[in-house]
């Protein structure tokens, strides 16, 4: 997981394995619990849209990823482990 600004705003990153790439969460509008090892993100986070037609749905708590069964990739209604972030 990654801390950054974003248009003056606190977020947070995290790589999601199901779409393979970086879901970024603004910190006013969820609720984050400060631990970046085994983060937790309420309420549930919703990416869509963008060039690859992303639809992915999950909850992101106590560094796990429960997919929700309305994502559009193979993790759909699987839960794992958050991820190191990929090398670059």
């Given amino acids: 997981m990654k801390a950054h600004e974003t248009g003056g705003q606190p977020s947070h990153c995290f790589w999601c394995p199901g779409c393979d790439m970086a879901h ?16 937790t993100f309420q309420p549930s986070v919703l990416v869509q849209g963008g060039a690859a037609d992303v639809h992915c749905h999950s909850f992101v708590t106590d560094g796990r990823i429960q997919f929700l069964t309305d994502s559009r990739h193979a993790l759909a209604g699987k839960t794992v482990d958050l991820p190191d972030w990929p090398l670059t």
């Fill in 24 to 39: 970024c969460i603004n910190d006013t509008m969820w609720s984050f619990n400060g631990d970046l090892e085994r983060p």
